[in-house]
Every structure is written in structure tokens, then in C-alpha cells.
């Protein structure tokens, strides 16, 4: 079965403070990739990243990063430093053969000034 | 430049009356999706064509429908509408075929539909 888990329903932190999203999936393909998205309050779903199951190499872009770990099945993101614009629900999201796109349930980050 | 556009932003019908969303592209995608999305939850896919093969989610309603015309127009069609089907309506496009390619997808701003 292939499913996304994002156990933190909402999050809540002060500005500049640093903030880790988890996202646990489950596939039982040996190829797939792992996504992050935005969803600001104006709606559209932005496009963050898009990682492979064969790059484990993490990521860093400006103040946002990506550990992707396979023992593990976990694809977290964390933004450094963070700000007021970062408030949004982030979505984390699988894609294998098996299956379309599945979205996990979303994280609800609120950035306090 | 608006990449994936959907009009209108905000769409109120009745309760049984037929309506129509629409949803246009600039970046000749070949594959477009239509989600569904309900308040606090995570999108939902109703379906999708690559190029002019449609593909319907086995859960997705009858109620729902598609077109689409060519490359650049895809609308998603309710035809009786219940209060059940208040939603965002998400359309996104990408450039491969969801069985080979899965290709980055690039949402719309979506579409509020209220249903009185």
C-alpha cells in the first residue's frame, strides 16, 4: 500500500525560530519520488522539490532543506530562520508505478512575528 | 506569468444546477489534472487526460465530468451539483505521462465552488 503520513497536524512557532516538517511514507516500489508542496492562503499549490528513491543526497535551498532517508522512509523538511511568508500548509507527496500521486494530509504552519 | 490559470477564482451555483470550471495552460503540458480539495484535507484526483486520453480515479462521482478541447483548455463539468461538492478545485498540468514520467505537476490557483 502506498501512503504519506504527516503526523503534525498544525505547527506553531515564533519568527527565526527553526522548524522541522515530518513526512513518513510507505511504498513497497523500489522507484518513486518524494515531493513537497506550499499551499499559501491564496490556494495554489507550489512546488517546492521533487526527489528520486535512488538520490539520497539532502538538500539545501536558501533557508529551506531536505534529509531523505530510506532506512527510514522519512523525506523532512526544514526551514531555517523562519518568517511570516513561510506561514502556509505544506503537503508532502509520493509518486510511484503503482500509484498517482498520493498527498499526505498536510502541515499547518503559523509563523508568529 | 500565470503558468496554469483557472477561471473564476470564486464560483457560487444552486443546489442541482449544472456548472462549469475552466482551467488553461501556457506551458504546452501535455497531461492535466483536475483535485478536489475540502477544507483542511489533502487534494484529491478526479481525473486526468494525457493528451486526449482521459483517465477517471475509479472513486471519482458520476456527477463530475471533463473536457478537454485541446492542449491548452481542460474544464471540469458538475452536473448536478450537491452541497457535498462545496470544494477548492484544483487543476495542475505536467509534462509526462503519469505511468512513465511523473513529471513535476503545476497547480492553478484553484476554484472555490459554494453551493447553495
Known amino acids: 500500500a502506498q501512503k504519506v503520513t504527516q503526523a503534525q497536524t498544525e505547527i506553531s512557532v515564533v519568527e527565526k525560530e527553526d522548524v522541522t516538517l515530518d513526512c513518513v511514507y510507505e511504498t513497497r516500489d523500489t522507484t518513486y519520488y518524494l515531493f513537497w508542496y506550499k499551499q499559501p492562503p491564496s490556494g495554489e499549490l507550489v512546488f517546492l522539490i521533487r526527489?528520486?528513491?535512488?538520490?539520497?543526497q539532502n538538500e539545501i535551498s536558501g533557508r529551506y532543506s531536505w534529509n531523505f532517508q530510506k532506512s527510514t522512509s522519512s523525506f523532512n523538511f526544514t526551514i531555517t530562520a523562519s518568517q511570516v511568508v513561510d506561514s502556509a500548509v505544506y503537503f508532502c507527496?509520493?509518486?510511484?508505478?503503482?500509484?498517482?500521486?498520493?498527498f499526505g494530509s498536510g502541515t499547518r504552519l503559523s509563523i508568529r512575528p | 506569468d500565470a503558468m496554469v490559470i483557472q477561471n473564476p477564482r470564486y464560483q457560487v451555483t444552486q443546489f442541482g444546477k449544472p456548472v462549469t470550471l475552466s482551467c488553461s495552460q501556457t506551458l504546452n503540458h501535455n497531461v492535466m489534472y483536475w483535485y478536489q480539495q475540502k477544507s483542511s484535507q489533502a487534494p484529491k484526483l478526479l481525473f486526468h487526460?494525457?493528451?486526449?486520453?482521459?483517465?477517471n480515479e475509479a472513486d471519482t462521482p458520476d456527477n463530475f465530468q471533463s473536457r478537454r478541447p485541446n492542449t491548452s483548455f481542460c474544464f471540469l463539468d458538475t452536473r448536478s451539483p450537491g452541497l457535498g461538492d462545496a470544494a477548492m478545485y484544483l487543476c495542475a498540468t505536467s509534462g509526462g505521462s503519469l505511468a512513465v514520467n511523473p513529471d513535476t505537476q503545476y497547480f492553478g490557483p484553484g476554484t472555490r465552488l459554494t453551493v447553495l
Open positions: 487526460y494525457y493528451d486526449k486520453d482521459f483517465n
Open positions: 507527496a509520493l509518486y510511484s508505478s503503482a500509484s498517482k500521486i498520493i
Open positions: 526527489r528520486n528513491s535512488f538520490d539520497e
